[in-house]
Nanobody, 133 residues
Framework: QVHLVESGGGSVQDGGSLRLSCAASGLSYGSRWMGWFRQAPGKEREGVAAIRLAFVSDDGETTLYTESVKGRFTISYDYAKNTVYLQMSSLKSEDTALYYC?????????????????????WGQGTQVTVSS
């Protein structure tokens, strides 16, 4: 069965950095979206970053970021390890949230999947990121 496990969360001060990892197992080979989402208490789940994996030549690898993290966060994927990463730098208190890794359905490569949590099929358990001023 599909299993996503996040790691790398923790507590940092404003301006600090963290790298989140999500090891995926049980996913079928093929193009799909992988994403990072976050949810703070009392707030809706928000798409942070997403990457469209490239397994078909017509489906180029694409990354998407929510505006608030552009230039600070970088999503990447290690195809050999089936692991998606989120490198987070210049962290702010507003970044504090529970961060989730998610995988979209095989072959669902439309832009609308991107940062939309409703479009994702598989979810990890979450890892807490806390940024203190």
């Amino acid at each position: 069965q599909v299993h996503l496990v996040e790691s790398g969360g923790g507590s940092v001060q404003d301006g600090g950095s963290l790298r989140l990892s999500c090891a995926a197992s049980g996913l079928s080979y093929g193009s799909r979206w992988m994403g990072w989402f976050r949810q703070a208490p009392g707030k809706e789940r928000e798409g942070v970053a997403a990457i469209r994996l490239a397994f078909v030549s017509d489906d180029g690898e694409t990354t998407l970021y929510t505006e608030s993290v552009k230039g600070r966060f970088t999503i990447s994927y290690d195809y050999a390890k089936n692991t998606v990463y989120l490198q987070m730098s210049s962290l702010k208190s507003e970044d504090t949230a529970l961060y989730y890794c998610a995988a979209g359905a095989l072959g669902q490569t439309a832009q609308s999947v991107g940062l939309n949590p409703s479009q994702y099929t598989y979810w990890g358990q979450g890892t807490q990121v806390t940024v203190s001023s």
